[in-house]
């Protein structure tokens, strides 16, 4: 049974990860500092014991603390190869995300997402543990690219979080480049995540205002918000709403099985950059619509001005990810909006 360090696995791709790891029988260290989570995430993985093992509280370990902090990841790998357990790979999904804070808060963007991933790598290498998987994002592509956006599409972020993403790419590459000899890394970019895990016992569970259209929508189905605005209605697309390529949380769970596969059967390269995307687009009115019909209720939304630095169409060319990976995206907006639907009507404040 090979450990997998999770960091930011209270979150809500982390824990959908860390699901789709049980299965695939990883032990699992998750560390995270709770800023944007709650331990309920963890605490109910262990009680459900959805797996139905009798062994899953020795599969699991928690450990709160900070990225940041060089002298608590020292003692998480410690305590790890104490018990026998070294890390051998670390899927990185600790971070900040939200744009808007990104642009107020620059410097915390900075500390957490690029220097706390340098911190982690660097306890890494003292460990001699060199397998990283990092959780990029959709977000660093150029707003003047058409999609579908291929890997190496042109890069121009338009916020702080998408620069601190491409800055932790680019310091991977480099670290790659000059030691080759030890490093195994693969960069997935996100393009949008939605849905939750099809239980209703896992999904995204914002602490504040959701930022995101879907826990928005999720939140206005459950009565929580008044009504879902729709930024802007004169987009050059065939209903006038933006689009987007939504994909399952469990899809993009099971991307990373599959990164880890990659690296395990040998890596023939060593630094790899991969879209995790569907390669469809999905209409923000296409998706309140089948969000209405899969879950047969009435979402009441308006329209309002656009979205500053907005994008009218943004979806993936998955190829890469299908060839090099030998994954692919299998729900479908059908799925999200159920899984999706299940999970806020089941916890509507949330774990
Ligand atoms: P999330 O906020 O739910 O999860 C991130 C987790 O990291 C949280 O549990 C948070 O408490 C933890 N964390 C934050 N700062 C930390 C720190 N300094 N030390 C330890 N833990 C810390 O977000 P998510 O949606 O699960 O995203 C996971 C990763 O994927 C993030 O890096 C995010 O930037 C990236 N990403 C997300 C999306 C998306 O749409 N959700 C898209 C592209 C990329
Ligand atoms: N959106 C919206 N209302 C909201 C949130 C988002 O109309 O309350 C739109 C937004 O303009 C975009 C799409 O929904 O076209 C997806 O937005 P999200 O922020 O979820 O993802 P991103 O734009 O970062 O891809």
Known sequence: MDTVLVTGGAGFIGIHTVIALLEKKYRILIIDSLINSSKKSIERLISKNLLK??????????????????????????????????????????????????????????????????RLLKVMKENNCHNFVFSSSATVYSLDEKSPLKENSSLSPNNQYGYTKLAVEKFLEGLVHDQERFWRIVCLRYFNPIGAHPSGDFGESPLNTPNNLFPYLCQVASKKRKKLYIFGQNWPTSDGTCIRDYIHIMDLAEGHIAAIDYIKSGAKEPFLIINLGTGLGTSVLELVKTFENVNNLRIDYEFIERREKDKAIVYADPNFAKRILNWEAKRNIFDMCKDGWNWQKKNPDGY
């Open 53 to 118: 093992k009798e062994s899953i509280n020795s599969q699991i370990i928690f450990i709160n603390g900070d990225i940041r902090d060089v002298n608590f990841l020292r003692s998480v790998f410690k305590k790890a190869s104490k018990s026998g357990h070294i890390i051998k790979y670390v899927l990185h999904f600790a971070g900040l995300k939200s744009i808007s804070d990104s642009i107020l808060f620059p410097d915390e963007y900075w500390e957490v997402n690029v220097i706390g991933t340098k």
